[in-house]
C-alpha cells in the first residue's frame, strides 16, 4: 500500500472531525443535559473502538487477519468510510440546532422529520457505524471487528437514553414519529410500528 493510500481513511476522520468541531457552534442552548458519567458510558467505548483502528499494529489475536489484504478491501473500506462520514454530516445539516453532542434536551426542542431523518430517527450513529464499519473492513484485522462491536454497544445505549428522553419531552407526537420510521437502519435495525434527535 502507497503511503498516500495508508493516510486516505485517517485524513477522511479528521476532515470529519474538524467540520464537527466548527459545526458545534451556534446550536440551540440544552434545557436538560446527561451527567457526566453517562456521557462517558458512550464516550469513552467509541474512545477505545477508534484507538484499536488507529493504531498502527495491535499484539496476539486482535491483530491477526480475517481477510486477505488487497486493493478492493481497502477500496471497499474506504469507500464505506467515505459515504457514512457524508451521511452523518447531511444528518448533522439538518438536525441544525437541535444537535448536541451529549444526550439533551435544547430549548425549543423539535422532531425533525425532513431529510435522512424521514426515514431513519438517528441517522447520525447510521453513518457513523458505517464509517467505522468501512474502517474495520480495510483494516482486514479482528480488532475491526471488535471495535464495531464496541460501537454498536455504545451507540445502542445513547440513542434508547434519547429515545427515552424524547418521549417523555414528546408524548405523542414522539410516539407517532416513532411509528413510522427505523432506530438506524431501515428493514434491518430497530424498528418500532408500534412505539430527533441530539446524537453525537
Not at 464495531?148 to 407517532?176: H, M, P, Q
Request: charged letters at 15%; hydrophobic letters at 55%.
Amino acid at each position: 500500500m502507497s503511503e498516500s493510500a495508508r493516510w486516505l481513511i485517517p485524513g477522511l476522520w479528521l476532515i470529519w472531525g474538524l467540520y464537527w468541531w466548527l459545526a458545534s457552534y451556534g446550536v440551540k442552548r440544552a434545557v436538560r443535559r446527561e451527567s457526566v458519567l453517562s456521557r462517558a458510558a458512550h464516550f469513552v467505548p467509541l474512545a477505545v473502538a477508534a484507538v484499536l483502528l488507529g493504531l498502527d499494529a495491535v499484539p496476539g489475536w486482535l491483530g491477526r487477519r480475517w481477510i486477505a489484504p488487497s486493493w478492493t478491501l481497502f477500496a471497499t473500506g474506504a469507500a464505506l468510510v467515505l459515504v457514512g462520514l457524508l451521511f452523518s454530516v447531511w444528518a448533522r445539516i439538518v438536525l441544525g440546532g437541535n444537535w448536541s453532542g451529549t444526550v439533551a434536551l435544547k430549548q425549543h426542542h423539535e422532531i425533525v422529520r425532513t431529510g435522512p431523518y424521514r426515514w431513519i430517527r438517528h441517522p447520525i450513529y447510521t453513518g457513523l457505524i458505517v464509517a467505522f464499519l468501512g474502517s474495520a473492513v480495510a483494516r482486514g484485522e479482528w480488532r475491526g471487528v471488535l471495535a464495531v462491536v464496541i460501537v454498536l454497544a455504545a451507540l445502542w445505549r445513547k440513542w434508547r437514553l434519547e429515545e427515552r428522553w424524547l418521549a417523555e419531552s414528546f408524548g405523542a407526537a414522539y410516539t407517532d414519529y416513532r411509528r413510522g420510521t427505523w432506530a438506524l437502519i431501515p428493514l434491518v435495525l430497530w424498528h418500532h410500528p408500534t412505539r430527533h434527535s441530539s446524537e453525537t
